[in-house]
């Protein structure tokens, strides 16, 4: 490793493996090279899933602010990945492919699909490389005859399975003695298994019936185990050897450090193949973690179905360090929708102030880029800017630089709309702050925020014969009818605001409980 992330504050990130952190470095003096575990596509994504690419992609956006480019892969699990994080059960694109009477293959397209919208609705930047699973077949059964020539395999009737024991310091990242791990607590019950820990490369096929997706291997027909799939794809598209990788905190205690083990088997080296390991915490409702077992979880979808703009979402995950869980209800998100908006107002009215020019394309376009770095658009915002300004932005770098502390960024966006700075000032500022928090504030209307919820009882025409009902009913000094009329609106999610332009907007649906 030879250079550091020079622009401005020394970057410091924390790294899982060993608990710390730590000034980051990385192994290209111009490339930050990031895989990212991608979603298993047998259902929809939901927003706690979501949470670990928005932080993802805050990291990246640093990355890019502070002048690195970032190559950025993000796989697509479309076989192998289990009913339970502990590498047992059946394998969840097969049982949703039973449970849906749906070909298998389609469900993968249409769940990848989904994802892949969820993330163009968050403003995530789209990866340098997608990559899918059973595009890497042939890969996988490679790395696997590697790993078993390596001597750290052996082979059971239901396929072939790693040895945990033949690599030093198995379990390190998830701080789990080897030795202390109960059988059953981590992997299934398999007859002729070594180890407790023990887990699965290739996965025989069951005599009594083929699956849909499987493959012919020295091993018999199968498929690859999920956690071989990540160790491929990384190493093919990053090296043995990259910068960061990330994921939920639910897979720091098993899969990555399976992974681990397998880059360390298959290089023959200690190194665990990324240099930073980071992991985002849960995101939590009232009623406990956000989990597809339970039946019921929340979408990005359904928020947008109960009125809630996706990028209340994600300001709502900025607004907790992304190691911290989150807590989320509806009446939080409906807060975080409000600041929204007031934000976005703020900005189209400074915006009527100013000019057009160039410089204000810059954050929109930057949003659905590939996400090349962020240097040379950052250097035109900033051009020129007097002392309060880059005293705000030298600020934000120190927050953004240690470890992405977005809660303690915040703020900052209203001090600048409260400074004394002339407006082409105060939005070059907030142009540069939004490169990295992606929330569109300059491609984004106050109108494009507010969306009819579902259950809305009237429709957009309905409302506004209602509203010039009552404005004749206020006319005529009728004021009972008018207050009539304005419940019937607010029983039906409609909130009024007199004097204002618009005079009315939906407001989203809550719970009884959280109005």
Not at 165 to 190: D, I
Not at 431 to 449: E, I, P, Y
Request: proline content about 5%.
């Amino acid at each position: 490793m030879t250079a550091h992330v020079t622009e401005g504050a020394p970057l410091r990130l924390f790294n899982s493996l060993n608990r710390k952190t730590e000034g980051f470095t990385p192994m290209d003096p111009v490339q930050t090279r990031i895989y990212s575990c991608g979603p298993t596509v047998y259902n929809y994504a939901h927003i706690g899933n979501l949470r670990a690419y928005v932080f993802t992609d805050t990291l990246r956006r640093t990355l890019n602010w502070k002048g690195q480019a970032v190559k950025h892969v993000i796989n697509i699990t479309d076989v192998g990945h289990l009913t339970s994080d502990q590498d047992e059960g059946e394998d969840k694109m097969e049982l949703a492919s039973k449970a849906m009477e749906r070909d298998i293959w389609q469900i993968a397209d249409h769940f990848t699909q989904a994802f892949k919208n969820d993330l163009a609705r968050l403003n995530v930047l789209s990866p340098t490389l997608w990559s899918t699973a059973t595009d890497h077949i042939h890969d996988m059964i490679a790395f696997a005859q590697a790993l078993e020539k390596a001597g750290v395999t052996y082979e059971l009737e239901t396929g072939l399975y790693f040895d945990t024991t033949k690599v030093s310091g198995y379990g390190a990242l998830a701080l789990t003695p080897k030795e202390g791990q109960a059988e059953g607590a981590r992997v299934e019950r398999v007859e002729g298994k070594r180890n407790p820990s023990d887990f699965a490369i290739w996965r025989r096929s069951p005599s009594t019936g083929k699956r849909q997706m499987e493959w012919l291997s020295p091993w018999g027909p199968g498929a690859p185990g999920w956690h071989l799939e990540c160790s491929v794809m990384s190493m093919k598209y990053l090296g043995s050897r990259f910068d960061i990788h990330t994921g939920g905190i639910d897979h720091r205690e098993i899969h990555h450090c399976n992974e681990i083990a397998q880059n360390q088997a298959f290089t023959g080296q200690t190194h665990p193949g990324a240099h930073w390991w980071m992991h985002n915490n849960f995101l939590i409702d009232r009623s406990g973690k956000m989990s597809k077992s339970k039946g019921e979880f929340a979408t990005l979808t359904s928020l947008v179905a109960k009125g809630f703009h996706p990028l209340a979402l994600r300001l709502m995950c900025l607004s907790t360090h992304y190691r911290s869980e989150l807590e989320f209800s509806d009446e939080i998100l409906a807060g975080q929708l409000v600041r929204l908006k007031r934000l976005v107002g703020a900005v189209s009215a400074l915006r009527q102030r100013v000019e057009p020019a160039p410089w204000m394309r810059i954050p929109a376009e930057i949003g659905f880029s590939s996400g090349a770095a962020f240097a040379f658009p950052r250097a035109i915002l900033e051009q020129g800017l007097p002392g309060a300004a880059k005293k705000i932005l030298s600020e934000f770098d120190r927050e953004l630089a240690d470890d992405l502390m977005t809660p303690r960024i915040l703020p900052l966006l209203d001090e600048t709309l409260h400074g004394k700075m002339t407006p082409e000032e105060t939005l070059r500022v907030l142009a540069s702050m939004d490169l990295v928090l992606g929330l569109n504030l300059f491609a984004t209307r106050r109108s494009d925020l507010v969306l009819r919820p579902e259950t809305a009882p009237l429709s957009a025409a309905e409302v506004e014969v209602l509203m010039a009902q009552r404005m004749q009913a206020r006319s005529a000094r009728d004021f009972t009818a008018a207050d009539r009329i304005r419940d019937q609106l607010n029983a039906a999610g409609v909130d009024i605001m007199d004097g204002q332009i618009p005079p009315w907007e939906w407001r989203p649906t809550l719970p009884v409980s959280q109005k």
